[in-house]
Structure formats: structure tokens, C-alpha cells
């Protein structure tokens, strides 16, 4: 089975702050993970993938398979940072590429 | 190139009464899934299809059924609409292979079933 948990369900930074989003998983197997963002009432974005290793939108996430954890970073939070943020894994082909998503954390950027 | 499309975006129900769900996607992805987003749950897979012709189970399906007799259009049904599915519902895709396969997600469709 695979399981995803975010522990925090909101989280509020002041502008300029640096911002880290947990996540921990749990999979048999080798997992793919992804951060999916969601601004406003719009669809689901990609916003990082664990294997591109890259930083999108100054956002960060480094695996670590000791702690099974892929917690996103940014450190300098900003406005149009708000939104809601889903940690997401995929047992890739073996599990026909499905995702199981975590409760989401609400980001809330002040001024 | 429009991606994933979902038609409606709201729609209000009333206990018992039927409606289906269309999703669309032009990217000739193979894959294609239904989730449905409820607060503080994040988001649970309905159904799934793996190609034309074929449907499978997730994680949250009864009082649901899909259908996918097109490549591009992937049809959630609910035969007989209840209170607990009030909820927004995404539609996404993928293409299997070439290693990391994200999905890609419509806009959403928002039901109230009253």
C-alpha cells in the first residue's frame, strides 16, 4: 500500500520567511514523488518532481529514503506563494502511474 | 492544444437524480483517472482507465461508474446522487513511459447534491 501523510494543515509565513512544507510517505517499492500546487479555485499544477531534481519557483524538495521524506522548501516565502500544496506518489508503472495524495497544506503568505 | 477538459464546471443535484461527468483530453495520453477533492482528505481516486476499452476501481468507487469507450473522453457516472458526493471532482491524464510520468488535471468539476 502506499500512504502519504502532510501533517500540517495550514501554514501561515510572513513575506520573506522561509517556508518548509512537510511530507512523509510509506511504499513497498521505489516511489516517484511530486508536489502538486493549487492556487485558487484552479486546477492542479505539477510544481516539482523528485527525479528532475530542479527548483521551480525558487521551491525545492530533496528525497530522502532513510526518513521516507519529501519536504519542500523555499526560503524566501511570497505572496503568490498562497496556496494549497499537495505532496503526491506514484508507484510508477507497476501501479498503473495512480497517485495517492496527501491532506494538503494550506500556505498563506502575509505581508 | 486545450489539455484536460471537464464538462461541467458546477452542477446542483438533488438526492436520486443522475448526471455524468465528461472529460476530455486532447494529448492522446493512454492513462486516464477520476479523483474526487474533499477538505481535509485531499484527493481520492475514484476510477481509472488504462486505455480505450478498459475501467478499474480506486480507492473511493462505489456509487460511481466510468466509461471509456474513446481514447480522449473518460465519463464518470452517478446513477443515483447522494449528500456524501457533494465534492469537487478532477479528471486527469497521463502517457505511460519515459520514466516520470505526471498527471495532468483538468479544471474541476464543482457538485452539490442537496
Known amino acids: 500500500a502506499q500512504r502519504v501523510t502532510q501533517p500540517e494543515k495550514l501554514l501561515s509565513v510572513f513575506k520573506g520567511a522561509p517556508v518548509e512544507l512537510k511530507c512523509n510517505y510509506s511504499y513497498s517499492g521505489s516511489p516517484e514523488l511530486f508536489w502538486y500546487v493549487q492556487y485558487s479555485r484552479q486546477r492542479l499544477q505539477l510544481l516539482l518532481r523528485?527525479?528532475s531534481r530542479e527548483s521551480i519557483k525558487g521551491f525545492t524538495a530533496d528525497l530522502n529514503k532513510g526518513e521516507t521524506s519529501f519536504h519542500l522548501k523555499k526560503p524566501f516565502a511570497q505572496e503568490e506563494d498562497s496556496a494549497m500544496y499537495y505532496c503526491a506518489l506514484s508507484g510508477g508503472i507497476n501501479n498503473d502511474y495512480k497517485l495517492s495524495f496527501g491532506a494538503g497544506t494550506t500556505v498563506t503568505v502575509r505581508a | 492544444n486545450a489539455g484536460v477538459t471537464q464538462t461541467p464546471k458546477f452542477r446542483v443535484l438533488k438526492t436520486g437524480q443522475s448526471m455524468t461527468l465528461l472529460c476530455a483530453q486532447d494529448m492522446n495520453h493512454e492513462y486516464m483517472y477520476w479523483y474526487r477533492q474533499d477538505p481535509g482528505m485531499g484527493l481520492r481516486l475514484i476510477h481509472y482507465s488504462v486505455g480505450e476499452g478498459t475501467t478499474a476501481k480506486g480507492e473511493v468507487p462505489d456509487g460511481y461508474n466510468v466509461s471509456r469507450l474513446k481514447k480522449q473522453n473518460f465519463l464518470l457516472g452517478l446513477e443515483s446522487a447522494a449528500p456524501s458526493q457533494t465534492s469537487v471532482y478532477f479528471c486527469?491524464?497521463?502517457?505511460?513511459?519515459?520514466?516520470?510520468?505526471?498527471?495532468?488535471f483538468g479544471n474541476g468539476t464543482r457538485l452539490t447534491v442537496t
Open positions: 523528485h527525479i
Open positions: 486527469a491524464s497521463t502517457r505511460p513511459g519515459q520514466g516520470v510520468s505526471p498527471l495532468h
